[in-house]
Every structure is written in C-alpha cells, then in structure tokens.
C-alpha cells in the first residue's frame, strides 16, 4: 500500500509506487515540504497488488494535522482497511462539526456606512493592505460615489464591460416605424454578430410589428388567522374596503396604481395579490412601499373586530415570485407583458440565415417536442443571451433576467412559403426611469433607443422582445444548419495563454 500527502493548495503530487510503507512525494519547491503540525491536504490513495496490475482507489481528500497522518499510516501498514474506513469517517465528522468553532476576528471594512469619496479611498487602501490585490482599475472611476447612495453601498469603483451594437432593427413599435441600434453589454464572443443576424433576416424581410399588452408588479403579503372562519372573513373585507386601501397606495406614491387586489386562501392564510402599475419604473421597491403602507392601515383596521384573531403577518411570503421562474407568473404576467411578429420571407431566409424555411420549421417542431420533454416552461432557445446584454447595458436589475427569460416562441408556415414568427414575453421588469437607469452609461445606451426618461417603457420592452426574437431566429437557423460550433470556434472563443508547469 502507499499514500500520498500533499500541503493544502500545493502543486500535483508525483506518482507513487510500492506497496509499503507510508509515502510522501512533491512536485515543486522542497519548501512545500511540510513542517510538523502544518496542516495537510491528504489524498489517500490504496493500491492492491492483482497479479501484474495495480488498481488505485482514491478514498478521500481530507485535512489532516501531524497526528493524523500517523494514524493514517499505522492503519494502511496493517492492511486493516475496515479500521482505515473507520479512521476516515470519524476524522471527516470530526472535522466537519461546527459547534465548538468561534469565528477568527476578522477586520471589519472600515467607512462602510458612508458614501463619500474619502470613504471609497479608505476602503480601497484597506483591501489592498490585507489582500494584496491592486485595485487600482476598479479604482479608476469617473462616478462620484455621492452621486451612488441608493445604487449601491460600500463603493470600491467600477467595471467595464464591452458593449456592441445589434442593427439596425427595423421595428414598428408603440412610437412609430424607426431603425433602432441595440446595444449589447457582453463578453460572449458571436452573440452580437448571430443577434445582428436575426435582425437582418427581420428587417430585410419589411421588419417587426411589436406592442406592449400591460403591465402588472405584484407584491402578495400573508395573513394568518386562528381558523378558516376568519380567513374567509378577512378576504370579504379586503374587498369591501379596496377603495380605502386604493387612497393608502395614492399617499404613498403618486406614480404606482393599485389595479386589484385578489386574495388567495389556504385554510386560515390569507394571501393578498396586490397588483400594481407602475409606470415608467421597473417598480418592485415602489410596490413594497405602497403595500406595507397599506398593510399597516389594514392591521390598525382590522385591530378593533373582536373575533378576529390575526397570528402571523409578512409583508411577502413568496408568492410575488420575485426573480425566480414560475408557471403562473408566464401565465398571467409580472413585469411588462409584451409581443412581437414578423414574417421572414423565403428568399430572405436563404440569403441571410443560409438555409431553406422548410428546414428552418422542422428544427423548430423538433425543438419545441424537447422542450416538452424536458418540462421547459415557455418554448424559446436562448433569449437570456439578449435580455442580459441589454439589462446590463441600460441600468436594469440583472437579477431579473432569470423571470424574463421565460418567453412563448411560435413559428409557422404560410401558403406562399414564407415563416412568421411571433414571440410573447409575459415578465419584463424594466424600467426608464428609477434605478441604475439614471447612471450617466446606462442613460446614454437607453437614449441610443429613445428609451430615456417617461412614457418610454413600452418601447424598451418592444425593442428587448424583438431583438430576443431576432437571437433565437439566428441560433435556430445555425442549429439546423450546422454552422453552430464552426461559428463559436470561429468568434466565441477567447482561449487562454498557455503557461508551461514547472
């Protein structure tokens, strides 16, 4: 038998061989040698003599302390391998258990509670003095951390991210028929290019004809009551009194409007559905603040009915479905509910996608028959590629992208040989105004589509839907084409330096 040891984040160790005795071996520096009580990453490695052939089992990787490591070796010398099984489990309970272990004093950051500029130079110099890192181009920054106090807090400085554009797009939208140049911040190498693509396959066959359908932003907070009784009650109540409710939100915001509220029972909880507009915001902090509004009227309201004994309040209990994929938030919307059409003519789709339509339809029928064996909701391919790229791109909350990327793909056939296409997408939390869409790069990128400042959402939403239409239009057509992987290998692939290994 042999073992191998080697020091926690150490070089490969070399290969052993034998069959007695304890080993150690290293492929470096003899510095990495460790020293008595040095704490060791251990791979324990048995291997068994089977006539000329040896067999390696690679058992664990545990972390292990001088004492350990003359267990380890007494027991693989005996040969008692249900004694090192043992050993092994013990030492992994051991070392797993948490209840007697203190956190170390760490340093706190210093100056986290303030957004000035000193702030920002004195934290920048406290990472840099405890972890060695420079900093020094996130440092570089033309924002005035003043400028960020309900962006973000603790600022260090900023990144940057490339950003290309996609168009023209030839768009029929809420405010009229125009060329819109898309931008795209990216660093995946041909999303630009095969979005590009799909755009000249829509805009060269007359363009898209796109609208927004609505708008609804949900915050649903929970009641509980002692019995069923009560909770039925309470829902009675709640629509009795709306309107009361309604003048709650009106003094609370005068940009958010309550369309309904709908309760939803499961036995003595109550779940109320506010349901909101919110304009030219993405709005999901304005709702908050209207609901709890609302919700203390309510609480203060519902106070003085003897009877009705209220056990538990949140404010969300999850229903809202914020920033996460959910089956009723595709069915009946969160965010802007938007859809998109155009008709790829047949010459079009030779030329500029290089295939035939029939093709293109078969990939699609094919496609949508594995969405459904895979229990996909929705029926698009890669639309989070181009909602990401412009969310970044435009100040929006990126951890949206995962509810919006649920979307309806549909294609179909005409009698003259022609495909149409239509894309519905039910949950596009975005905004023009309120947000990361006021900083100075993210306001230049939502100008470049006319989409800065009020009544300009509807567009933005059109010009995401369409633009995502366009991707997968393209990523179909280079699936059923073969040109998917010659593609990325030819412009996707941003390959590593290679160093060698001493």
């Known amino acids: 038998m042999a073992l191998a040891y080697m020091p926690h984040m150490s070089p490969v160790p070399t290969c052993l061989h034998g069959h007695h005795g304890l080993r150690f071996a290293w492929r470096g520096d003899p510095c990495d040698v460790p020293k008595a009580g040095q704490s060791l990453t251990v791979s324990v490695y048995i291997a068994k003599q089977l006539t000329c052939d040896s067999v390696k089992l690679t058992i664990e990787q545990v972390r292990c302390g001088a004492a350990d490591v003359e267990l380890f070796g007494q027991i693989v010398n005996s040969g008692d391998y249900d004694t090192l099984w043992q050993a092994l489990l013990t030492h992994s309970r051991r070392h797993a258990d948490m209840s007697n272990t203190s956190a170390p004093a760490f340093a706190p950051l210093p100056g986290r509670d303030s957004d000035s500029s000193a702030a920002q130079r004195e934290r920048i110099g406290f990472l840099r003095a405890t972890t060695g890192a420079t900093l020094d181009l996130i440092a570089q920054t033309d924002i005035q951390p003043e400028s960020l106090a309900n962006n973000i807090e603790a600022f260090v400085g900023t990144i940057e991210l490339p950003v290309g554009i996609v168009g023209p797009l030839w768009l029929n939208s809420s405010c009229g028929m125009d060329a819109v140049y898309v931008p795209f911040a990216t660093t995946e190498g041909a999303l630009v290019a095969s ?108 106070g003085s009915l003897k009877g009705l004994e209220l056990r538990d309040f ?189």
């Not at 755009?199 to 915050?219: C, D, K």
């Not at 369409?466 to 998917?484: C, E, Q, R, V």
């Open 195 to 302: 979005a590009t693509r799909g755009v000249n396959a829509i805009s060269h066959s007359g363009g898209a004809y796109a609208r927004a359908l609505g708008q609804r932003v949900m915050r649903v907070p929970s009641f509980e009551f002692s019995q069923m009784a009560e909770a039925i009650f309470f829902a009675d109540w709640i629509q009795a009194h709306i309107e009361a409710i309604r003048e709650q939100v009106r003094r609370e915001s005068a940009h958010a409007t309550l369309i309904s509220i709908d309760p939803e029972l499961f036995g003595r909880r109550v779940h109320l559905h506010f349901v909101y507009r919110t304009a030219d915001a993405a709005g999901q902090n304005m709702v908050t603040a209207c609901t709890a509004r609302a919700c203390q009227w309510i609480l203060a309201a519902i």
């Open 314 to 502: 949140y404010i969300e209990a999850g229903l809202a479905n914020d920033k996460r994929l959910s089956a009723r938030s595709f069915v009946q919307s969160r965010g802007v509910r938007v859809s998109t059409e155009a008709l790829l003519k047949a010459d079009v789709i030779r030329k500029v996608l290089k295939l035939e339509p029939s093709r293109l339809m078969t990939s699609y029928h094919y496609w949508c028959a594995c969405n459904q064996v895979a229990g996909n909701v929705g029926s698009s391919l890669n639309i989070a590629n181009a909602i990401a790229a412009i969310f970044a791109a435009t100040g929006q909350d990126l951890a949206s992208v995962h509810e919006a990327s649920v979307a309806a793909l549909y294609m179909d056939r005409t009698s003259a040989g022609d495909v149409y296409v239509n894309l519905t997408m039910p949950g596009l939390l975005i905004g023009t105004v309120g947000g990361g869409t006021g900083l100075p790069q993210q306001r230049q990128c939502l100008e470049l589509m006319g989409c800065a400042g009020r009544h300009k959402v509807a567009r933005l939403a059109e010009i995401i839907a369409t633009t995502a239409m366009a991707l997968d239009i393209s990523l179909l057509a280079a699936l059923s084409a073969g040109h998917f992987a010659s593609a990325h290998q030819r412009m996707g692939r941003n390959r590593p330096m290679e160093t060698s290994v001493p």
